[in-house]
């Protein structure tokens, strides 16, 4: 059985966090949405390139 270093919950919560946060100081624009889903896959695929390289 594997074990979570970091519970998906920690991840989902922090996640949720920053994006509010982008949408309290800058606002609902196009690039701003486009900056987070960059920093959830940069954030998201620090792990796996970790691992292999």
Known sequence: ????????Q???NLLEDVGNKL?????????VKRGYWL??????????VYFFW
């Open 1 to 8: 059985m594997p074990v979570d270093l970091i519970p998906d």
């Open 39 to 48: 920093l959830v896959v940069v954030f998201l695929s620090v792990p796996v």
């Open 10 to 12: 920690v991840i989902e």
């Open 23 to 31: 949408d309290e100081k800058y606002g609902k624009k196009d690039w």
